[in-house]
């Protein structure tokens, strides 16, 4: 019998073990573990003594289902600028040719920092937007000066305006914050589902058990 594990950027563990079955074949079970390691280096978290809940935040912007949820009740509340503004940086920095990356960077400026743009923040001083504007101008000669670190600031302050006025509103809200994570957990077992499908050889496990650990570790850890 063989075991290994691999983690997930969304900050989840695929636990994989091999089981000798019937005629020599191969099984494999696969279980998923939240957890919150991976986060709690990441630069873009604020410097406070309890980062849970800004963990549990980086956790929704960076998977597909939680951008949905957040980004719905986001609407509602006219405040998806700086969701949008967060998106878009994760997008910037996931670049990996330099041409594309400056085209990415000037993108950025043109829609969230220049003065007067669609969806100005005003999450920059004076100086440091013209630092930037700079930048990016220089860039046309030199595009190794745009690094993956570029938008840092502007990224984490996008963060914390989404952390105070979206997602502790959304967190609040029972029924949002109900049907997000349900919606979760029900987007998971579809996938492993659908990987299960894939390979005849395949089962899949995932318990009653798993689920309510995961539920009560988001209660124990946001007090949802």
């Not at 829609?111 to 100005?120: S, T």
């Not at 005003?122 to 000669?141: F, K, M, P």
């Not at 919606?183 to 589902?193: C, R």
């Not at 496990?205 to 124990?220: F, H, I, P, V």
């Amino acid at each position: 019998m063989g075991c290994g594990s691999s983690s997930s950027k969304f900050g989840g563990t695929q636990k994989v073990e091999n089981l000798d079955g019937e005629n020599g074949e191969t099984r494999t079970t696969w279980t998923h573990e939240l957890h919150t390691e991976n986060y709690l280096s990441d630069p873009i978290l604020p410097d406070v003594d309890d980062v849970s809940d800004h963990v549990y935040l980086l956790q929704t912007l960076r998977n597909v289902v939680g951008q949905r949820h957040l980004g719905e009740f986001a609407k509602k509340l006219f405040q998806v600028e700086s969701l949008m503004c967060f998106v878009d940086i994760e997008e910037y920095k996931a670049i990996p040719t330099s041409d594309y990356r400056r085209a990415k960077a000037k993108h950025i400026y043109s829609k969230y920092v220049k003065v007067g743009a669609v969806l100005e923040l005003g999450l920059l001083n004076v100086t440091e937007r013209e630092e930037l504007e700079e930048l990016i101008d220089d860039s046309q000669n030199d595009e190794s000066l745009l690094s993956s670190n570029t938008f840092h600031l502007l990224q984490q302050r996008a963060f914390l305006s989404v952390y105070h006025n979206t997602f502790l509103r959304f967190k609040a809200d029972d029924r949002s914050w109900s049907t997000y994570n349900d919606g979760k957990y029900l987007h998971f077992l579809i996938f492993i589902l659908l990987v299960g499908q894939k390979s005849p050889k395949l089962t899949t496990s995932w318990t009653s058990t798993t689920l309510n650990s995961s539920r009560n570790w988001g209660k124990g850890h946001l007090g949802g």
